[in-house]
C-alpha cells in the first residue's frame, strides 16, 4: 500500500489472530459473505444437535446463510469443514420456525417477528426454506486450497437447487490503522448453473404439486389432506396463492372480510410437511373470531403456545406436522376452529388498524 506518489508499504500483519477474530468480523458485518444484502441479522454460535454453528445469517429475502470459519492453519480446512457445515444445516433443516425463532432468540438475535414485519413474502421463504433445508453454506477462510474448490465444485453439481456452497477467501491485511480486505468467492457460478436448471425459484406452486410430493413420498398423508382440503372447502375456504419457495406450498382462504380474506392455513410439502397456522393472516376477522380459532385449534389437541401468540397481537405463524389432518377426528376438530373466522364482521370488533 502507498499513499500519493510515497513508498510502497509491506502490510504490518497478515490475516487473523485466530478464528474467532474472523467470526467476529462477519458478525458485525455479514454482507461481507457473497449475495447477503447490508441490512441482514446475524447470531454466532447458533447451537445445533451437532454443535454450534460459526454463524447463521437471515436475509431480508428470508434465505438462511450458514457460515462455517477456518484458518489455513487448521488442519480440518480441506474436508473436516465441509462435513461439519453439512451437519449443522441437516441439523437446522430439523427446527421448527418456532424452535428456530428461540435458538436464535437464546443467542441474542434481534427479534424475527420485528424483523419480518412488513416483509411478508421473506417471511414466507424463511419458513418454507427452514422445512426444506434449503440454505447457503459458506466456508469462510484465509486462503483457498484446490482441494477445496475441487470439493466446492463437485458438491454443487451433484446437490440439490436449493442447497448453495461457497467458500469465501477473506485475505485482511493491516497497515497501521487501517485494515484492508481482499475477498474472493469461488462456488459462486457452479451454484448459479445448477439454480438455473431448476424452475423452482420462479414458479408458484400449486395444491397439485404439493398432492403429487406428498403422495410419492406418504400416501395416506396425502389422502389425509385431500379430505382436509375438501371439507375446508364445504366449510367455505378455497385453496389460493401457492408459495414460489424451494417446496411445494399452498394457502387455504376464507370469504372476503372488510377487503381482506382470513387466511386460516398454509402447506408444506417436503422432507417434513408442515400445516402453519397463519394467525397473522387471519386477523381480518376480527379479534374475537381470531382468538376462537386459537382457542378451537387447542381443543383439537394442536400444540401451540397461547400466551405468546395473543401477546404478539397474533401476528404469529406457528407450525405443527402435518399429519394432525390424518385423523378424521382431529381433522374435523382442525375445521371447525377455522369456521370460527366466518362469521359476519360486525359480530366481532376488529383488531386496531396500528397492528397491521
Not at 215 to 229: V, W
Not at 244 to 254: E, K, N, R
Not at 320 to 334: C, E, T
Amino acid at each position: 500500500m502507498r499513499s500519493s506518489n510515497g513508498p510502497w508499504t509491506a502490510p504490518e500483519m497478515h490475516g487473523y489472530a485466530n478464528e474467532a477474530d474472523m467470526q467476529a468480523m462477519l458478525h458485525v458485518t455479514p454482507s461481507l459473505i457473497d449475495g447477503v444484502n447490508p441490512d441482514a441479522i446475524s447470531v454466532t454460535e447458533f447451537g445445533t444437535v451437532a454443535g454450534p454453528a460459526d454463524l447463521v445469517i437471515v436475509d431480508t429475502t428470508g434465505g438462511l446463510t450458514l457460515v462455517e470459519c477456518k484458518l489455513v492453519r487448521n488442519p480440518q480446512i480441506r474436508r473436516e469443514i465441509v462435513g461439519q457445515v453439512f451437519d449443522y444445516a441437516a441439523r437446522l433443516a430439523e427446527t421448527t420456525p418456532a424452535s428456530f425463532a428461540e435458538l436464535w432468540a437464546g443467542r441474542g438475535g434481534p427479534p424475527l417477528d420485528a424483523f419480518f414485519e412488513g416483509r411478508t413474502e421473506a417471511r414466507e421463504r424463511f419458513e418454507a426454506d427452514l422445512a426444506a433445508g434449503a440454505f447457503t453454506l459458506v466456508l469462510a477462510v484465509d486462503r483457498i486450497h484446490d482441494d477445496l474448490r475441487r470439493i466446492v465444485r463437485y458438491l454443487n453439481e451433484h446437490t440439490s437447487a436449493g442447497v448453495r456452497l461457497l467458500a469465501v477467501e477473506l485475505n485482511k491485511l493491516t497497515f497501521g490503522d487501517t485494515e484492508v480486505l481482499v475477498p474472493t468467492v469461488y462456488g459462486r457460478e457452479s451454484a448459479d448453473q445448477k439454480d438455473a436448471r431448476s424452475s423452482s425459484s420462479t414458479r408458484r406452486w400449486a395444491y397439485e404439486d404439493v398432492d403429487a410430493d406428498l403422495r410419492s413420498r406418504d400416501p395416506q398423508l396425502a389422502d389425509g389432506l385431500r379430505a382436509f382440503e375438501q371439507e375446508m372447502a364445504h366449510a367455505g375456504f378455497r385453496v389460493q396463492g401457492g408459495g414460489a419457495g424451494s417446496v411445494p406450498s399452498y394457502s387455504m382462504w376464507g370469504p372476503m372480510v372488510d377487503g381482506r380474506a382470513p387466511t386460516p392455513f398454509s402447506v408444506y410439502a417436503g422432507d417434513r410437511p408442515l400445516l402453519s397456522c397463519t394467525f397473522e393472516w387471519s386477523r381480518s376477522a376480527g379479534e374475537a373470531a381470531v382468538t376462537a380459532f386459537l382457542d378451537g385449534l387447542l381443543e383439537a389437541g394442536i400444540e401451540l403456545e397461547r400466551d405468546q401468540i395473543v401477546a404478539a397481537g397474533f401476528k404469529k405463524r406457528p407450525s405443527v406436522s402435518l399429519d394432525v389432518v390424518v385423523d378424521p377426528r382431529r381433522r374435523a376438530a382442525i375445521v371447525s376452529a377455522a369456521r370460527r373466522l366466518l362469521p359476519s364482521a360486525s359480530d366481532h370488533p376488529t383488531i386496531s388498524s396500528d397492528a397491521y
